[in-house]
């Protein structure tokens, strides 16, 4: 199957129902939707991303009724989710018995990830299907996320019916995912587009991470990663080396700027797309200046280090 760009959403519903895969814009990165309910369908998005079938993939809904239709919520999760959905935020909670997302959306797991996105097409498309869309970035697995339609086109075009075209996705890293759990303090399974500091000013202080690494999308060792291998926290590429700069750097022909101004909200942005665009030049390494680990700098280093292999 070839994807159709620029379908309606009506068109794009449509595929959906029919079990197959669209090609979906989100504030955060493209994703790839099938219907949590339809299990073949959701096979089918594991096979296209080439995704092991024990990481579990996140439930997009529209609102709070949706998700507290899913799964059991206490005052954590809604108080999170009042303060920022729609919104780059992901909450981990216990599935309901009746709850319509397949075994294999949630790797068998007890639980359910819910996220409502902010993007007014990703909103549009789940208000016309009228049930809830498990949506992983539209990469293939291990690649970096892609965060235009022409990317994700590249990535797994072939395997989606539709392709809605959004735009640039404004935040450019995946949301922030925080488990709430029954008898456990809440913690973030995968920092992203909230920063820790603003969650903690809701429900106060977090649990450090328990690095569970199968329990929450996102979090295998080795992701986001291009093709040639990253040298993290230089100072200066060597020679040969592409170079992703933050803040001033000299004029070289292999040099991605993610912020010339020191800018988070900038680099978290235009991380994965640089990281394609200097990667496309085929160098030996791709050198990667240090990030500052405040805000969205923790998503943003967590992203670099996965996909440098170095986080399990």
């Not at 159709?4 to 504030?27: C, N, Q, Y």
């Not at 949590?36 to 092991?52: F, I, M, S, T, W």
């Not at 404004?170 to 500091?197: D, H, K, N, Q, Y």
Request: glycine letters at 10%.
């Amino acid at each position: 199957m070839t994807a159709t760009p620029f379908p309606s959403i009506d068109a794009a519903a449509g595929v959906l129902a029919a079990g197959g895969l669209v090609i979906l814009p989100t504030e955060t990165v493209y994703g790839l939707a099938a219907l949590a309910a339809d299990q073949h369908a959701v096979a089918r998005l594991y096979e296209a991303k080439g995704r092991p079938a024990f990481n579990p993939l996140i439930c997009h809904v529209s609102d709070l009724a949706m998700a507290e239709r899913l799964a059991d919520l206490d005052d954590r999760a809604r108080a999170l989710a009042a303060a920022f959905w729609p919104g780059a935020l992901t909450l981990v909670v216990p599935i309901a018995a009746t709850a319509q997302v397949c075994d294999l959306a949630r790797a068998g797991l007890a639980t359910v990830a819910l996220r409502a996105p902010r993007h007014p097409m990703a909103q549009a498309l789940i208000a016309a299907v009228g049930a809830p869309l498990v949506a992983p970035s539209a990469n293939r697995s291990g690649r970096p996320s892609p965060t235009t339609l022409a990317d994700a086109l590249a990535e797994t075009g072939f395997a989606a019916g539709a392709a809605l075209d959004g735009g640039p996705c404004a935040v450019g890293l995946e949301s922030t995912v925080v488990a709430c759990l029954p008898g456990a303090p809440a913690r973030i399974l995968r920092p992203g587009g909230v920063p820790r500091a603003d969650i903690e000013a809701v429900i106060g202080p977090l649990a450090p991470d328990g690095g569970d690494g199968v329990g929450s999308p996102g979090r295998l060792a080795r992701h986001y990663a291009p093709c040639a291998p990253l040298r993290l926290n230089a100072l200066a590429p060597r020679p040969g080396e592409a170079f992703i700069a933050f803040g001033p750097a000299g004029d070289t022909p292999l040099t991605f700027q993610l912020s010339e101004s020191g800018d988070l909200a900038e680099a978290a942005s235009r991380l994965f797309s640089l990281l394609r665009a200097a990667d496309a030049a085929r160098p030996p390494a791709i050198a990667v200046a240090p990030i500052p680990g405040h805000g969205l700098g923790e998503a943003i280093n967590d992203r670099l280090r996965r996909a440098a292999g170095f986080v399990g």
